[in-house]
């Protein structure tokens, strides 16, 4: 079966710290893979998305994710966060079988410290 | 660009009644796909619709249906409404293929 798990449900972090966010998926199929953001009472925002080519992937505010094919892990990670980077973080695959529907996992809340 | 749009963005809805959401994609964008987002969970998918016709669909009743007009747009209906359905309710739009879905802001549907 295809799925998308994040290993962590909330990530407390101290601000102008590291952070990273774990994202692990199963399929069958090569994949495409996505990160979104979505603050409080707002829809989803793409931070990044990893289609083809380098495995490092550079996205918006500052966030990178790596995708890892032997591990099926896609983990986002952060150098130094802020106060606004305070939201939900959903890690996210499509398929590549013609198959456009986006599968997410449960989502990481992260929680900004000062 | 306006982006995804979607209305109404609040609703209330008593159990058993139906309700109807509306969605306009993005500019040039000919895909719409609906997900349901109850609390604290991640978007579950609903069904997508390209060309006018429900392409595929997740594991839904058939008390959610859709329609995607001429113009892109595309409505998601809910028959018989139950407490269960209370939820975020987000569009997304994108081309055919491998690319990004934009997310509108959703409807918040509460159901009593």
């Known amino acids: 079966a295809q799925s998308v798990t994040q290993l962590d449900s909330q990530v407390p972090v101290f601000e102008e710290a590291p952070v990273e966010l774990r994202c692990n998926y199963s399929s069958s199929v090569s994949v495409y893979l996505f990160w979104y953001v979505q603050y409080p009472n707002q829809g989803l925002q793409l931070l990044l998305k990893y289609l083809s080519g380098s495995t490092l992937v550079k996205g918006i505010n500052g966030f990178e994710a790596e995708f890892n094919k032997s591990q099926t892990s896609f983990h986002l990670r952060k150098p130094s966060v802020h106060i606004s980077d305070t939201a939900e973080y959903f890690c996210?695959?499509?398929?590549?079988?013609?198959?456009?529907?986006?599968?997410f996992g449960k989502g990481t809340r992260l929680h900004i410290l000062p | 660009d306006a982006g995804v749009t979607q209305s109404p963005t609040h609703l209330i809805k008593t159990r058993g009644q139906q309700v109807t959401l509306r969605c306009s994609p993005k500019?040039?964008?000919?895909?719409v796909s609906w997900y349901q987002q109850a609390l604290g969970q991640g978007p579950q998918f609903i069904f997508q619709y390209y060309e006018e016709e429900e392409r595929q669909r997740g594991n839904f009743p058939d008390r959610f249906s859709g329609h995607q007009f001429p113009n892109y747009s595309s409505e998601l209906n809910v028959n018989a409404l139950l407490l269960g359905d209370s939820a975020l309710y987000l569009c997304?739009?994108?081309?055919?293929?491998?690319?990004?879905?934009?997310f509108g802001q959703g409807t918040r549907l509460t159901v009593v």
């Open positions: 997304a739009s994108s081309l055919q293929g491998p690319t990004e879905a934009f």
């Open positions: 500019s040039g964008h000919d895909t």
């Open positions: 996210a695959v499509s398929f590549m079988n013609r198959d456009d529907k986006i599968i």
